[in-house]
């Protein structure tokens, strides 16, 4: 399964943008994920949609400003509200066939190549 992301890209803070991951795979029930890299850091859980579509899952500090979605295709989407600085990152997209809804990046076996997304004014 190949992903693609787009969307990233300079936001003032408290500006909003849009993300998406495409997916060469649009038939399979996939359960997907963003993951964001800093650097000098590992990557980091952002947000996970269940296989069906039904049930998403946020880290902490993006609960209430981003919503994560997956369509019938596997097209993937994180609307990203009220930015701040510190979520500045490359912003990766992740697939897996055999989980649902994980925060642990080693359970996603398909990983795009990220964008960056830069919060600052």
């Known amino acids: 399964v190949d992903l693609a992301e787009s969307g990233g890209g300079f936001v003032q803070p408290g500006g909003s943008t849009i993300l998406s991951c495409v997916s060469s795979?649009?038939?399979?029930?996939?359960?997907m994920a963003w993951f964001r890299q800093k650097p000098g850091a590992g990557r980091q859980f952002v947000a996970a949609v269940s296989r069906p579509g039904s049930i998403t899952n946020y880290e902490d500090s993006v609960q209430g400003r981003f919503t994560i979605s997956k369509d019938a295709s596997n097209m993937l989407k994180l609307e990203m509200k009220y930015l701040r600085p510190e979520d500045t990152a490359v912003y990766v997209c992740?697939?897996?066939?055999?989980?649902?809804?994980?925060?642990?990046?080693?359970?996603?076996?398909?990983w795009g190549k990220g964008t960056l997304v830069t919060v600052s004014s």
């Open positions: 795979d649009t038939s399979s029930s996939l359960g």
């Open positions: 992740a697939a897996t066939k055999w989980y649902s809804n994980s925060v642990n990046p080693s359970q996603y076996e398909y």
